[in-house]
């Protein structure tokens, strides 16, 4: 579930909620997927992004019309749903846009199984995004984690990733820091630079409103008011699973991409991300997304590649059982 929250400053709750809320009544009606919380001056949206766009819109030209006239009605309310029901029919396809990207690009899910996954991002806290190699499965959370950011939904991104190779252990490499772990997060390094111009992208990491590290280094914190992108999960122990999805703070999401055929642990250490799954199938607002070689958004060699290595491995398995 996504969440918006509308600041209104210098208006009477009276004249623009009307007596006893009946104008945020009239709205909720309007919208009856999207939870609307009023506090105080403090308007809480909750519900899937294409709602909450709309009652933004809503609450922007309502608010015009208030520093106008002084006061809002049902009527007023009525006749810009009216007003704008046409746009928003017509905007319906334009609704899959999740952002443009650093060149102007509309960013949108490009199969069905992507469509399922960025639904699921929308109206759960937590999602599991499973899938291999070029189903965009990184991309698009990233994608979806920078719209947060930009829509103010978050404050901060924070894009984490096990460093498998180097055991978590980065001290004997070479260089600060920051260039110890590049390597490991250059996939999350690519799509953002995809999806935010240079200049920008650097000021978020310079005051760390995107934050990119490795999972060791997110111990004993709470992340509030974040969005969280863990990638290449199957590399996780079970321990460090455990780990971040507990950091998980109010206000905040957190998206886990990883794929189960790709896991490069020891062979007798387990993946957190396998055993994760059986043990939070079923949690409510918990979604887990399947993404399959079809949905694979690279050279067309590269669903080839997966079909025929997933028919080598199930030979092989059915070998080693006779």
Do not use: C
């Not at 690279?298 to 398995?317: F, M, N, Q, T």
Request: glycine letters at 6%; hydrophobic letters at 40%; aromatic letters at 6%.
């Amino acid at each position: 579930m996504v969440e918006k929250v509308i600041q209104l400053e210098d208006v009477s709750l009276v004249d623009f909620f009307g007596a006893e809320n009946s104008n945020l009544r009239h709205i909720a009606q309007a919208f009856p997927h999207t939870k609307i919380i009023s506090r105080g001056s403090e308007l809480r949206i909750q519900g899937n992004n294409a709602e909450i766009v709309r009652i933004n819109e809503l609450i922007n030209g309502l608010l015009e019309y208030y520093n106008k006239f002084g006061k809002v009605t049902t009527d007023n309310i009525e006749a810009y749903l009216n007003e704008h029901k046409d746009e928003w029919a017509i905007r319906k396809d334009a609704d899959e846009t999740i952002l443009y990207g650093a060149r102007g690009e509309a960013i949108k899910p490009r199969t069905a199984n992507q469509r399922k996954l960025v639904e699921a991002a929308m109206n759960n806290d937590m999602v599991f995004a499973l899938g291999p190699a070029g189903t965009g499965k990184t991309f698009l959370a990233v994608a979806l984690a920078v719209r947060a950011l930009k829509n103010k939904q978050v404050k901060k991104v924070i894009i984490t990733r096990p460093a498998v190779e180097a055991g978590e252990n980065l001290g004997f490499l070479p260089g600060d820091l920051k260039e110890k772990i590049d390597p490991y997060l250059r996939p999350v390094y690519d799509a953002l630079e995809d999806l935010i111009p240079a200049e920008k992208l650097k000021f978020y990491q310079e005051r760390n409103i995107i934050e990119i590290a490795p999972i060791a280094f997110m111990r004993g914190r709470t992340l509030n008011h974040a969005f969280i992108l863990i990638d290449e999960a199957q590399n996780t122990t079970a321990m460090q699973m455990k780990m971040i999805l507990t950091r998980l703070g109010p206000h905040s999401q957190m998206i886990i991409t990883g794929d189960r055929s790709q896991i490069d642990l020891p062979r007798k250490q387990r993946s957190g991300l396998v055993e994760a799954l059986k043990i939070l199938q079923g949690i409510e607002g918990i979604g887990i997304v399947e993404l399959h070689e079809h949905d694979v958004v690279r050279h067309k060699l590269v669903k080839k590649i997966i079909a025929a290595y997933d028919r080598y491995e199930k030979k092989s398995d059915e070998e080693e059982t006779d």
